[in-house]
T-cell receptor, first 114, second 110 residues
Framework: EAQVTQNPRYLITVTGKKLTVTCSQN?????MSWYRQDPGLGLRQIYY???????DKGDVPEGYKVSRKEKRNFPLILESPSPNQTSLYFC?????????????FGEGSRLTVL | GQQVMQIPQYQHVQEGEDFTTYCNSSTTLSNIQWYKQRPGGHPVFLIQ?????EVKKQKRLTFQFGEAKKNSSLHITATQTTDVGTYFCAGDQGAQKLVFGQGTRLTINP
């Protein structure tokens, strides 16, 4: 079954404690992206990757890191989480050939930073 | 940065009424996509429009892409309770930029 898998689905942590949200896709998609969703603000892009070892900043990259060492995985790293990073996070992947294709989203990871 | 504005932010209708959400981009789009997110769920792809003036239908849903490829709309005829959720547009602005609108949250009174 084609899917994007995120873990953890829910996490409560404290300010400053490094955490990683993993994302894996089994569709051999070149493109992967992270979004955060906050009430009234829609989906804002954090980072995206067009292929292995290629990553670029989205609209709200501050406080986040990513890596793309393998095609299927695109982890999101919060080196020193702060309360303003409390949010619902989505990973997505897509075929991207010249222009965007259908995005496949993971189930979401709800993060609370105390 | 470049924006895709979506209105209204919220819409409450009686079951059986029609519903429309609109997206406007500050720049010409390569394509526009529409997604639906059920309460507590993740966004799910509905459709992609590519051509100027394109109109596509999926049962009670009608999607339009403007002639200038800067605006789009989603219209639902005779809403049902299964239509509840948040509808997002996403505009491909080129240069690997896919920008989401803020979403329209649809609630329905049965």
């Amino acid at each position: 079954e084609a899917q994007v898998t995120q873990n953890p689905r829910y996490l409560i942590t404290v300010t400053g404690k490094k955490l990683t949200v993993t994302c894996s896709q089994n569709m051999n998609h070149e493109y992967m992206s992270w979004y955060r969703q906050d009430p009234g603000l829609g989906l804002r892009q954090i980072y995206y990757s067009m292929n292995v070892e290629v990553t670029d900043k989205g609209d709200v990259p501050e406080g986040y890191k990513v890596s793309r060492k393998e095609k299927r995985n695109f982890p999101l790293i919060l080196e020193s989480p702060s309360p303003n990073q409390t949010s619902l996070y989505f990973c997505a992947s897509a075929v991207w050939q010249g222009a965007s294709g259908e995005l496949f989203f993971g189930e979401g990871s709800r993060l609370t930073v105390l | 940065g470049q924006q895709v504005m979506q209105i209204p932010q919220y819409q409450h209708v009686q079951e059986g009424e029609d519903f429309t959400t609109y997206c406007n981009s500050s720049t010409t789009l390569s394509n526009i996509q529409w997604y639906k997110q059920r309460p507590g769920g993740h966004p799910v792809f509905l459709i992609q429009l590519v051509k100027s003036g394109e109109v596509k239908k999926q049962k009670r849903l009608t999607f339009q892409f403007g002639e200038a490829k800067k605006n789009s709309s989603l219209h639902i005829t005779a809403t049902q309770t299964t239509d509840v959720g948040t509808y997002f547009c996403a505009g491909d602005q080129g240069a690997q930029k896919l920008v989401f609108g803020q979403g329209t949250r649809l609630t329905i009174n049965p």
